[in-house]
């Protein structure tokens, strides 16, 4: 089973709008990880939050970690067409230091 | 400094064959992860691989083996291949492994007839 999972699983927005996506996890985490994939590409690190952080920044992206809810969130401020990808999150569970498990995924679009 | 790159890019293979992708991780970085990635599954993580040993394993069958040479870099292997196994093959690597980011290839994608 999915240790991540993404919410919502697809998200159309005008260019200019913010866009927020959520993560969802099972067990504990050294940390979380957000990437981004542009059609059949390999996969893009935007931001790793290890566990004892509560937000970070990063250019337009803001990341944002509640480990006692175990839930993350990914906003992307004011958003533009090239932005039109899709984002997993993915996470390092404490038991295991070798091992990161991606989310399904949330599919961006945003519309010029 | 140059990218994770993996060989081929595209692969088209039968059913029954067998078929070994190739990753060159970034210089420096000791740990290889490798992922399938389908539309239906997601990214399925296979094993990821830290100075010629195998660290981890996911939940896939015994075709699916993969190595480490003294340079890091790292081949996967898939025998007697089935229709299911057509996906995107990604290579990932990092300095030490899964409390650092990840740096992704552009994949292999293989199609099985």
Redesign the interface.
């Known amino acids: 089973s ?1 240790q991540g999972e993404e919410d919502p699983q697809a998200l159309s927005i005008q260019e200019g709008e913010n866009a927020t996506m959520n993560c969802s996890y099972k067990t504990s985490i ?2 979380l ?1 957000w ?1 981004r994939q542009n059609s ?6 935007l931001i ?1 939050i290890r566990s004892n952080e509560r937000e970070k920044h990063s250019g337009r992206l803001r990341v944002t970690l509640d480990t006692s809810k175990k839930s993350s969130s990914l906003l992307i401020t004011a958003s533009r067409a090239a932005d039109t990808a899709s984002y ?1 999150c ?1 996470t ?1 569970m404490k038991t ?10 949330t599919s961006l679009s945003v519309i010029p | 400094k140059a990218g ?1 790159t993996q060989t081929p890019r595209y692969l088209i293979k039968t059913r029954g064959q067998q078929v070994t992708l190739s990753c060159s991780p970034i210089s420096g970085h000791r ?1 290889v ?1 490798w ?1 399938q990635q389908t539309p239906g599954q ?2 399925q ?1 296979l094993f ?1 691989y ?1 100075s010629e040993t195998q ?2 394993k ?1 939940n896939f069958p015994g075709r699916f083996s993969g190595r480490q040479f003294s340079n890091s870099r790292s081949e996967m292997n898939v025998s007697t291949l089935e229709l299911g196994d057509s996906a ?1 093959y ?1 290579c ?1 690597s990092s300095l ?12 292999t ?1 293989l199609s099985v007839l």
Do not use: T
Not at chain 1, 100 to 105: D, N, R
Not at chain 2, 96 to 105: I, P, V, W, Y
């Open positions: 999915q050294n940390n990880q990437y059949g590409r390999g996969l893009v690190h790793l997993f993915a390092a295991s230091y070798d091992k990161v498990i991606f989310g399904p995924g | 994770v740990s992860s992922y997601g990214l993580f990821e830290f660290r981890n996911g995107l990604l990932a030490e492994g899964a409390n650092e980011k990840l740096f992704f290839g552009s994949g994608q």
